[in-house]
């Protein structure tokens, strides 16, 4: 069974623009979660969906959005990029929600510098 | 957010050592969870625990559901060279995984 697969897995952005990150979460799973991890802050979690929907927040500003498709794969928007958006972003998957003590399964994560 | 204190922050051993690390916290968590991570990687899921008091293995890998559910831990037994990472661990609580701030081992040959 394929694990969960993240694209780009590099980007160079610059300040002001924004980014697209793209996550398929492994076969059968439901919910998508994502998450930022820098050397700073470790891993801060950002959203997760299950079934389309938006179930949780964490603590970041509405530039950062996100969605999910009816096939379970999720996007991960971040507008008007700020250099300290520079980290890895990490997307996990599990078979339902976060509340169901399911199991999370990370992908290699997107490295995103911005400059 | 909640706290996750994990400690060591850093470990250097000698190869074939036994290892321990810890996650705490003043919350109480409905699962733990803990990762390696490879760098330039993402975690990688080691060991799951979901009821208070419960210890499972993972080859030598053993982790701990504390009793008051306020803590963790991970024990790694005879150190090998691939074992260097960063170790995390993560609680469940409500609707949310919070995560410690790692454990970085260096296992020395």
């Known amino acids: 069974k394929a694990g969960v697969t993240q694209t780009p897995r590099y980007l160079i952005k610059t300040r002001g623009q924004q980014v697209t990150l793209s996550c398929s979460p492994i076969s059968g799973h439901r919910s998508v979660s994502w998450y930022q991890q820098t050397p700073g802050q470790g891993l801060q979690f950002l959203f997760e969906y299950f079934s389309e929907t938006q179930r949780n927040k964490g603590n970041f500003p509405g530039r950062f959005s996100g969605r999910q498709f009816s096939n379970s794969r999720s996007e991960m928007n971040v507008s008007t990029l700020e250099l300290g958006d520079s980290a890895l972003y990490l997307c996990?998957?599990?078979?339902?929600?976060?509340?169901?003590?399911?199991?999370?399964?990370f992908g290699p994560g997107t490295r995103l510098t911005v400059l | 957010g909640q706290q996750l204190n994990q400690s060591p922050q850093s470990m250097f051993i000698q190869e074939g050592e036994d290892v321990s690390m810890n996650c705490t916290s003043s919350?109480?968590?409905?699962?733990w969870l803990w990762y390696k991570q490879d760098p330039g990687e993402g975690p990688v899921l080691l060991i799951a625990?979901?009821?208070?008091?419960e210890l499972t293995s993972n080859g030598r890998l053993t982790a701990q559901f504390g009793i008051t559910r306020k803590d963790s831990f991970l024990n790694i037994s005879a150190s090998i060279p691939s074992d260097v990472g960063i170790y995390f661990c993560?609680?469940?609580?409500?609707?949310?995984?919070?995560f410690g701030t790692g454990t970085s081992l260096t296992v020395i040959p």
């Open positions: 996990a998957s599990s078979l339902g929600p976060s509340g169901g003590a399911n199991e999370q399964f």
């Open positions: 993560a609680g469940l609580t409500g609707n949310q995984f919070y």
């Open positions: 919350s109480i968590f409905n699962t």
């Open positions: 625990l979901y009821k208070a008091g």
